[in-house]
T-cell receptor
Framework: DQQVKQNSPSLSVQEGRISILNCDYTNSMFDYFLWYKKYPAEGPTFLISISSIKDKNEDGRFTVFLNKSAKHLSLHIVPSQPGDSAVYFCAASALTQGGSEKLVFGKGTKLTVNP | DGGITQSPKYLFRKEGQNVTLSCEQNLNHDAMYWYRQDPGQGLRLIYYSQIVNDFQKGDIAEGYSVSREKKESFPLTVTSAQKNPTAFYLC?????????FGPGTRLTVL
């Protein structure tokens, strides 16, 4: 049972336009959400996050929106640049019994930004 | 210069052999994790450790083993019992709410 879903395996946009990547989750116990960016054969790098008590977090060209009632979050990149081309993973966090964070990842969306 | 190192970058083994993947961190993080990435599958949790000498199974622990004798080190052994070991393996550690990832090891079993 997939708790974090990224239903679009790929997305292609033109340079300068907005990229919108979507993520849905099923577990209402998730309290923190993160987006990671990953290039081939490299480890994921953290991009932006949002706490479940907020509905929006912005960092430069990247904005994450959270709709708790719909259990949906989205990552907006504007304007999109060719260097943004990568796989983007949505992740949701829940505390383990021992108090550390356990992340559940979606399957990723491959973004291609065309010059 | 703090971070997570994984070695080697690429690893080839014959079927039936055990192989150990290295993960070292100098971030002073207590919690460490091992993930596996397959095409179209995202990242799946194999094992995690919240503290030295303690570890728990993740979602796909069968055929793998780990140890956590030192805070800095969390090696993963892929045993011959793992039916499909060829994959990209990622190690991570947690600082607060955020996980930091190593560069990964591509394991190919021939």
């Amino acid at each position: 049972d997939q708790q974090v879903k990224q239903n679009s395996p790929s997305l292609s946009v033109q340079e300068g336009r907005i990229s919108i990547l979507n993520c849905d989750y099923t577990n209402s116990m998730f309290d923190y959400f993160l987006w990671y960016k990953k290039y081939p054969a490299e480890g994921p790098t953290f991009l932006i996050s949002i706490s479940s008590i907020k509905d929006k977090n912005e960092d430069g060209r990247f904005t994450v929106f959270l709709n708790k009632s719909a259990k949906h979050l989205s990552l907006h990149i504007v304007p999109s640049q060719p260097g943004d081309s990568a796989v983007y993973f949505c992740a949701a966090s829940a505390l383990t019994q021992g108090g550390s964070e356990k992340l559940v990842f979606g399957k990723g969306t491959k973004l291609t930004v065309n010059p | 210069d703090g971070g997570i190192t994984q070695s080697p970058k690429y690893l080839f083994r014959k079927e039936g052999q055990n192989v150990t993947l290295s993960c070292e961190q100098n971030l002073n993080h207590d919690a460490m994790y091992w993930y596996r990435q397959d095409p179209g599958q995202g990242l799946r949790l194999i094992y995690y450790s919240q503290i030295v000498n303690d570890f728990q199974k993740g979602d796909i622990a069968e055929g793998y083993s780990v140890s956590r004798e030192k805070k800095e080190s969390f090696p993963l052994t892929v045993t011959s019992a793992q039916k499909n070991p060829t994959a990209f393996y990622l190690c991570a550690s947690t600082g607060g709410w955020r996980q930091f990832f190593g560069p990964g090891t591509r394991l190919t079993v021939l």
